[in-house]
């Protein structure tokens, strides 16, 4: 089993970001997709959810990046992304993908999100 995040860097506030983790491993059509961030000094927070297509693909968004944040799966290419925009220094965090399938979770290793000027 292996989640590979890719997209982070440095952008300027106001600016936008495109997260992608790829799956490997296990049903991905099936699993439960979360994006989680830890910020310096700060609790894991879970950003948004993706349950899979047979529950109706509902989604969920923390109060701090709904109406910036989006997230999406495209089960043809076992990725999920997370699309940042209007991002806040408040945003600068290392973003994990997570994943639930048939009781087990599988993390993975993080991509960092800087937003400064």
């Known amino acids: 089993v292996q989640l590979v995040e890719s997209g982070g860097g440095l952008v300027q506030p106001g600016g936008s970001l495109r997260l992608s983790c790829a799956a490997s491993?296990?049903?991905?059509?099936?699993?439960?997709m979360r994006w989680y961030r830890r910020a310096p000094g700060k609790e894991r927070e879970l950003v948004a959810s993706?349950?899979?297509?047979?529950?109706?693909?509902?989604?969920y968004y923390a109060d701090s990046v709904k109406g910036r944040f989006t997230i999406s799966r495209d089960n043809s290419k076992n990725t999920v992304c997370l699309q940042m925009s209007s991002l806040k220094p408040e945003d600068t965090a290392v973003y994990y993908c997570?994943?639930?399938?048939?009781?087990?979770?599988?993390w993975g290793q993080g991509t960092q999100v800087t937003v400064s000027s």
């Open positions: 491993g296990f049903t991905f059509s099936s699993a439960f």
């Open positions: 993706l349950t899979n297509t047979n529950t109706g693909g509902s989604t």
């Open positions: 997570k994943a639930s399938s048939f009781g087990l979770d599988y």
